[in-house]
């Protein structure tokens, strides 16, 4: 018999004259962490973390954001947790889901109303506009603008996703590929924590996820109030909020995981 998918956790064995179905038992892993007002058990073999946004064009002083005046200072706080999270999470074999944005050069799937978001008069440097320092075009697929900040280095096992709106759903692969590694939480994490990070996991938790976002880990460049309601609103409606730290703790607290 021979394994025939392209990850171990959803795989059929097949011969010339067999197929067997059935899947691999995976042994659970629960950890626990505090998410306030709860404590909640979730198990990190069903679990994948998604990563939305930490790049050059959000995150870099020379990226589009910092060049048309906004303070990214925000936008940079998820980096140091994330490069601590992110090793541990990969040595606990859960899979991490790198969600960027990355247009196609001619926009060819970018409606009017999407690019009036990014530059309503017409005139600036919106979607697909040349940064003026580095040159590159504004997070366009494979660019330097759209690419993953330095100080957190993508694995060769880690996923990545391309998306075109705010939602890291609309018009990508992203649930085939979390149906197919067969989870069923995800943590989340990213920029920014009120817009893309929100707008992915709120289609998340409508999909049947079980949704965690990571609240150090995420980030916005809105006013402060943006966050704090983000925030609410994933207590109150779509999931659990929890730290970087807690998942540490929890994970060193679970010989198993």
Not at 37 to 53: H, M, N, S
Not at 95 to 115: E, T
Not at 127 to 146: D, F, N, R, Y
Request: aromatic share 6%.
């Amino acid at each position: 018999m021979n394994p025939l998918g392209c990850n171990t956790r959803n795989r059929w064995q097949v011969s010339d004259t067999t197929a067997s179905l059935v899947r691999p038992q995976v042994a659970p892993r629960p950890v626990t962490v505090m998410a306030p007002p709860k404590q909640v058990t979730f198990d990190l073999a069903r679990t994948a973390i998604i990563v939305i946004d930490m790049q050059n064009d959000f995150c870099h002083p020379e990226g589009w954001l910092a060049g048309i005046g906004v303070d990214i200072t925000p936008a940079r706080a998820p980096i140091a947790p994330l490069a601590r999270l992110l090793p541990a999470l990969r040595g606990a074999d859960v899979p991490v889901v790198w969600v960027n944005w990355g247009n196609r050069k001619d926009l060819a799937n970018i409606p009017p109303s999407l690019l009036h978001v990014y530059d309503p008069a017409g005139q600036g440097v919106g979607l697909g506009g040349t940064l003026p320092v580095q040159g590159a075009h504004v997070l366009e697929q494979g660019s330097w603008s759209a690419g993953i900040v330095d100080e957190l280095v993508p694995a060769p096992d880690d996923i990545h996703i391309d998306k075109y709106r705010m939602s890291g759903f609309w018009d990508t692969m992203l649930d085939s590929v979390l149906r197919n590694l067969r989870v069923d939480t995800l943590l989340f994490a990213g920029v920014n924590m009120d817009q893309c990070v929100m707008a992915t996991l709120q289609d998340a938790s409508c999909l049947g996820y079980d949704c965690i976002l990571l609240e150090d880990c995420a980030a916005t460049t809105s006013p402060d109030f943006c966050a704090r309601a983000t925030v609410y609103n994933v207590r109150q409606c779509f999931g659990f909020v929890t730290s970087s730290d807690e998942c540490l703790r929890a994970m060193e607290a679970a010989p198993d995981a």
